[in-house]
């Protein structure tokens, strides 16, 4: 094996580890919880070998550099890619034909825009909206206040899918300081989903550093980068 695969594959390992004792805690499996290996920075040949070891969700934040290693990733025909960062309308389009959900919906006019080529190329594209948990720390994401009318219209678009919420709290090096945070977000989604009458089952929150509380409060998908692939190059 290479450096990076067993490098990789000792980093899965332990990652799953702490993923099946975190859900145990919570009174829920492992398979409740789903690894979403985020490739920012990360050479083709390292996602190449993540999929090798059974991974099959993939994050990235930026169009772009989803779309400049596509090619090099075609192969892996049952990768899910989640778009997980903020996403200017003007590349909506790239969006959808490179991505297969959007984690981080935060706005009407986004919204309209992806039904717009959703509804021109007959597909539907699963969404999860993101909120803004800690405004004075964050610039992206929608406020709690504004969710439910947002929620509320993206219902009304029939080529998106509303499957939950996505929220990206501060970061402290102590995770149990950032509980409070995913807490909350469970709490937004259960008083949306019966406002709204729908499932919303998904809730995408925790990462390398504090994946595990978030597990504990009720995530449904985690959002590892450093914890898999390393420290990311500046
Ligand atoms: C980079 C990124 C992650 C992963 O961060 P790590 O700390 O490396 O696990 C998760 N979610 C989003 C939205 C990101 O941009």
Not at 61 to 71: G, L, P, S, T
Not at 173 to 181: G, I, L
Not at 186 to 198: F, K, N, P, Y
């Amino acid at each position: 094996m290479s450096s990076i695969a067993s490098a990789l594959a000792a980093a899965l390992e332990s990652v799953r580890a702490r993923i099946a004792r975190a859900a145990e805690r919570s009174g829920r499996t492992a398979e409740s919880v789903t690894l979403v290996a985020v490739t920012k920075t990360v050479a083709a040949e390292a996602i190449c070998e993540a999929y090798r070891l059974g991974l099959r969700h993939f994050g990235e934040n930026r169009v772009q550099e989803r779309e400049a290693k596509r090619a090099a990733l075609d192969e892996l025909t049952e990768a899910v890619w989640h778009m997980i960062g903020h996403l200017q309308r003007n590349k909506a389009r790239r969006a959808i034909e490179l991505f297969h959900r959007l984690d981080s919906l935060d706005s009407l006019r986004l919204a309209e825009k992806l039904e717009a080529v959703a509804a021109e190329r007959g597909v539907r594209m699963p969404v999860l909206i993101e909120v803004r948990l800690a405004p004075e720390e964050s610039k992206t994401g929608v406020e709690p206040e504004a969710l439910p009318a947002l929620a509320e219209e993206v219902l009304r678009l029939p080529h998106l899918e509303l499957e939950g919420l996505l929220a990206v709290p501060p970061f402290h090096s102590d995770p149990e300081q950032v509980r409070p945070y995913f807490r909350r977000l469970r709490e937004l989604r259960d008083r949306l989903a019966s406002q709204l009458g729908v499932p919303l089952p998904r809730l995408s929150m925790g990462m390398s550093h504090d994946f595990e509380v978030a597990i504990e409060e009720g995530a449904t998908e985690i959002r590892l980068g450093t914890a898999l692939f390393g420290p990311r190059r500046p």
